[in-house]
């Protein structure tokens, strides 16, 4: 995102007494160019700042700076408590790199006595991990918090189930995302939630004004048809309402 078009943002969420902004849409925050000067803006402008990460770019100099910045929160996702549910997860061959860079940070914080950003390590439960996933508590060095989910599903969407428990699949619950949160692509469409991944629910475009989007006839529409349980294409290829524990490890 264009940083003119990113303080245009955070201004009307300023004006607005917006309280809080993530950083992230499907993307890795910590490749942009101008992340911490994005950070600086926004608490400058009192809001609260977080973003996810998947870990790999936590090199000692950076976790220096998103210390140093005023970050909030620092959420890093981790769906493998031993490199082989976390290679069959992610795809990836990183569990070693991604735990060493949290102890770093945590080391950094520590040693800098610092008391944010708070560090998540978030984590869905499904059947590729769910034998070791307690081997959580062994793996840092510091004082974290474990942010747990269940993992989603839809048939419609997804070819293989992964949950732990294999209930059927049923999409008759209205969700909270048109009450509380707006999602700003790059380039300035709104629309009503980050599940929305190709805006297909567009509300409207940032140089109009959250407020306008907030409140537009079509985002009052899509709120009354979820009470009525009238769900879009988007929603109802949505995952199952995932539910949310946060423990400190």
């Known amino acids: 995102m264009d940083f003119a078009m990113y303080c245009h943002i955070v201004d009307e969420m300023h004006d607005l007494k917006i309280p809080s ?31 996810d990460t998947n870990g790999y770019l936590l090199t000692e100099s950076i976790c220096k700076k998103i210390i ?14 031993t490199r082989d549910d976390y290679r069959a997860v992610h795809k990836q061959d990183a569990f070693e790199l991604v735990i060493n860079n949290i ?7 520590n040693d800098l006595e610092a008391s ?18 307690n081997r959580v508590h062994s ?25 732990v428990q294999k209930y059927p699949y049923t999409r008759d619950v209205s969700c909270h ?6 999602a700003v ?13 190709n805006f297909e629910l567009t509300i409207g475009r940032i140089e109009d004004g959250l407020s306008q989007a907030w409140h537009s006839k079509r985002m009052w529409k899509l ?16 995952v199952d309402p995932v539910t949310y524990h946060r423990e400190r490890i």
């Open 177 to 182: 995302s048109p009450y509380q949160m707006l």
């Open 116 to 133: 944010a950003p708070a560090i998540v390590v978030q984590s869905a439960k499904m059947d590729a991990n769910i034998q070791n996933f």
């Open 223 to 238: 709120r009354e048809m979820h009470r009525k349980g009238i769900f879009p294409a988007v929603c109802r290829g949505c």
């Open 185 to 197: 692509s790059w380039d300035g469409d709104i629309t009503i939630c980050c599940a929305d991944v």
């Open 103 to 109: 102890n770093t940070i945590l080391k950094i914080q």
């Open 139 to 163: 793996l840092f060095s510091g004082a974290v918090h474990h942010s747990i989910t269940h993992c989603g599903y839809n048939p419609h969407i997804n070819t293989e189930d992964h949950r």
């Open 68 to 81: 140093e910045s005023g970050l909030d929160e620092l959420v890093i996702s981790v769906h493998g408590m």
């Open 21 to 51: 902004i993530r950083l992230q849409f499907y993307g890795e925050p910590l490749m942009h160019p101008r992340l911490f000067d994005m950070i600086q803006y926004a608490k400058e402008n009192e809001l609260r700042v977080d973003f």
